[in-house]
């Protein structure tokens, strides 16, 4: 079978961006065939795609927003009044070199620009230009530790249920050359509707994986004890976690 195809459709049979109520979320013999596709696709094809660049005529301005609703929170909208002046990014876990950045420092480092698609689960994708810190020369001013082999994402966003939002990557696709921490969105910051100040951006990932609102970085060795220990909150309901295009 075509790889894109088996990918799209095993995600299409999981979920859409917002819940995972129908029959096929619930079977456990369907989850476990996805898993297993899972795991080839980040064995066969890992780390080592890249995700097709576009053209500034490709750009979609009106670029829609999909998912959850901007957090409402009052540290987040907190934050949102005052423009994130005081919005700190920290890092911690299996790091030599524990930080805290704040935005006007994040906007001093290392900067990657690309137009590329988003792909939702869904089944629609646009396109838009995306500039922010290549992940891999972000993770290098920390220093992860030997034993570090995933990255994990703590977002501002919570359920109804209060539980955060997280998502997680392992070492190798935080080194990927096109997954960033991004910054800016068709030439202006990200907005809080699409997941500003900071999100994470995979374009060789479904766009479940691209984390948005992101709060706080943790370098761990296993997310097994990490919530559902599934490596993400999409993944804990029954989301494929390497979602790859």
Known sequence: MNRKLFVASAAALLAG???????????????????L???WNHAAIGTHGMAK?????????NYPTNGDPTPTDPEYQGLV????????????????RPQTFDLARLRTLASLT?????????GWSVVGKWTGIPLHAFLSLVRPKPEARYVVFYSFDRDENLQQF????????????????????????????????????????????????VQRIELVDSFKRIYGGHGGYWEDQGYEWYAGI
């Open 166 to 213: 997280y998502g997680s990557i392992d070492v190798r696709q935080a080194a990927h050359p096109q997954t960033m921490l991004a910054l800016d969105l068709n030439g202006a910051p990200v907005d809080p509707d699409h997941g500003g100040p900071v999100r994470l951006r995979i374009p060789t990932q479904l766009a479940y994986k691209s984390t948005k609102w």
């Open 17 to 35: 961006c917002d819940s995972t109520k129908n029959a096929l979320n619930e079977n456990q013999g369907v989850k476990d065939v996805l898993h």
């Open 53 to 61: 660049l576009y053209a500034e005529s490709d750009i979609d301005r």
């Open 37 to 39: 596709a899972q795991a």
């Open 114 to 122: 690309q137009i590329t698609r988003h792909d939702c689960v869904e």
């Open 81 to 96: 009044k005052e423009r994130f002046r005081s919005y700190k990014l920290a890092v911690s876990g299996l790091v030599e």
